[in-house]
């Protein structure tokens, strides 16, 4: 099964503050990457697909991107909303695997 | 709208099976796949297995000897049996939608029901 490895596990931001978060694949998984945010006590939320796709409704501040088997999630401005919990998924080979997560936190 | 909501029993006995269904809406089981994915209490995301638009499944190996995932399109729903549960298999259980329905644009899941929390304990 293919790993992805997410980093940081916790991140603790301000509001209106820049965000990133990476997801290592350890194999090359193409464009084939979601990002979703989850909210306590919620279900999982698609965000980002095919690397860099934003989901319907998703606010254009979330942005991805790819350098080879890394990729990046990017809020250009934190909002008190975007506070949970967000996993990367690789959709390239079966089974579809997430990452650890990780955890943003307003400071 | 789309909509997907899962339900079963929320405590099962070791050894025992698992019965999860899946209801939808909003769009037909011939035309999405559905997968079920679980979480265990405060961890990450694990995906069980799918069913596809034309009645195929398929399953995470980890998980494939104890799993069974069917439909009955006629009531819009998909079930999930999995057997000889233990304690590691508590958490919760969603089923989820493919984004892109039968073009399979990728296994990306973009309507999620709310999860069904199931506990496995004595």
């Known amino acids: 099964d293919i790993q992805m490895t997410q980093s940081p596990a916790s991140l603790s931001a301000s509001l209106e503050e820049i965000v990133t978060i990476t997801c290592q694949a350890s194999q090359n998984i193409g464009n084939w990457l979601a990002w979703y945010q989850q909210k306590p006590g919620k279900s999982p939320q698609l965000l980002i697909y095919g690397t860099t796709s934003l989901a319907d409704g998703v606010p254009s501040r979330f942005s991805g991107s790819r350098s080879g088997t890394q990729y990046s999630l990017k809020i250009s401005r934190l909002q008190v909303e975007d506070i949970g919990i967000y996993y990367c998924?690789?959709?390239?080979?079966?089974?579809?695997?997430f990452g650890g997560g990780t955890k943003l936190e307003l400071k | 709208q789309v909509q997907l909501k899962e339900s079963g029993p929320g405590l099962v006995q070791p050894s025992q099976t698992l019965s999860l269904t899946c209801t939808v809406s909003?769009?037909?089981?011939?035309?999405?796949?559905v997968h079920w994915v679980r979480q265990p209490p405060g961890k990450g995301l694990e995906w069980m297995g799918r069913?596809?638009?034309?009645?195929?499944?398929s399953y995470n190996s980890a998980l494939k000897s104890r799993l069974s995932i069917s439909r009955d399109t006629s009531k819009n729903q998909v079930f999930l049996k999995m057997n000889s549960l233990q304690t590691d298999d508590t958490g919760t259980y969603y089923c989820t939608r493919n984004y892109g329905g039968y073009s399979e644009l990728g296994w990306y899941f973009d309507f999620w029901g709310p999860g069904t929390m199931v506990t496995v304990s004595s």
């Open positions: 909003g769009f037909s089981l011939t035309s999405y796949n």
């Open positions: 998924q690789q959709a390239s080979s079966t089974p579809p695997t």
């Open positions: 069913m596809r638009y034309n009645g195929d499944t």
